[in-house]
């Protein structure tokens, strides 16, 4: 579903800068032709304003489309992978130290408690991969 969002966005935004482009040129087509007749260049100006203020809506719109869709702008920030790998390496060490220490140690009394913990943590570690960028 994100990845139809993403792709429909990502469409809009082609449109809307295309929409741009073709505004630009009927812009210097209007000041190319300033000078022969006065009414057709204000006409083709008006419309190349009409059409940059329609590819700008279109941009923000795609934009808050993406946004509402879930799919985020940007890249990750810089706390996201060290604490992902720390996750990951702490539910490893975790398990490594329960079968280690005959299930005595890292908190006694738990029992099968520390395997939850261990996996846990591996397992939300993993589940950042996913929204890693």
Do not use: H
Not at 9 to 31: H, I, P, V
Not at 89 to 101: E, K, N, P, Q, R
């Amino acid at each position: 579903m994100k990845k139809k969002a993403a792709a429909k966005a990502d469409a809009e935004d082609a449109e809307a800068s295309r929409d741009s482009r073709e505004a630009a040129q009927l812009s210097a087509q209007a000041k190319d032709e300033r000078s022969s007749d006065s009414s057709d260049a204000k006409t083709l100006a008006a419309q190349a304003k009409q059409k940059k203020a329609e590819a700008k809506a279109e941009a923000k719109q795609a934009r808050a489309d993406r946004r509402a869709a879930g799919i985020a702008d940007g890249p990750n920030p810089s706390w996201w992978v060290p604490t992902m790998c720390a996750l990951m390496i702490v539910g490893l060490f975790w398990l490594v130290t329960y079968y280690l220490s005959s299930e005595k140690y890292p908190i006694p009394g738990i029992g099968l408690g520390n395997m939850a913990i261990g996996f846990g943590l591996i397992l939300v570690g993993f589940a950042m991969t996913t929204r890693w960028r």
